[in-house]
């Protein structure tokens, strides 16, 4: 049950940050008429921190060191990043709909950052903050 309830808040926690993204994606595609990857990567970056902040905190609930599991997270992004930013440019450039394109990068961003958190950046640290919390009372 409590890994259900992990996942649910990681998937509610990464639907927020989707919407950043999506967000931060459209005003710079649409306003700024930036093409695809510049506006992807600005776009990303704004939601992974928005996701970290929350998902360390409420989904891991982990006192793991901070810069460390930050550490551990830009390690997936310098893989990740690269990867999904040169296949996505591809993609559009090739006539894919750069909102599908997104789409389909995200959902991608979604399992494997879950997949990593989990079982990499938090796996000897969840639910510590609660086990500190109770130390400090």
């Known amino acids: ?5 992990q996942f649910l808040k990681f998937t509610l926690f990464s639907i927020s940050a989707g919407l ?5 994606f459209t005003l710079l595609n649409e306003l700024c008429h930036m093409i ?3 506006a992807y990567l600005i776009s ?3 939601s992974v921190l928005w996701n970290f902040t929350f998902n ?13 599991a930050m550490a551990k997270v830009l390690g997936f ?6 990867v999904s930013t ?12 750069e909102y599908i394109v997104l789409a389909i990068t995200m959902i991608s961003n979604f399992v494997l950052e879950f997949l990593f958190c989990k079982f990499f950046v938090y796996r000897n640290s969840e639910y510590t ?4 919390a109770k130390k400090i009372d």
Do not use: C, D, H
């Not at 905190?57 to 793991?64: C, L, W």
């Not at 040169?86 to 709909?97: K, R, T």
């Open 1 to 5: 049950m409590k890994s259900f309830l």
């Open 20 to 24: 950043i993204q999506i967000a931060s």
């Open 36 to 38: 695809y990857w510049p």
């Open 44 to 46: 990303l970056i704004l």
């Open 56 to 68: 360390r905190k409420f989904t891991f609930k982990s006192a793991a060191n901070i810069p460390i």
């Open 77 to 82: 992004y310098l893989v990740f990043t690269p």
């Open 86 to 97: 040169f296949l996505g440019n591809y993609a559009e450039s090739s006539g894919v709909n």
């Open 129 to 132: 903050l609660e086990e500190k």
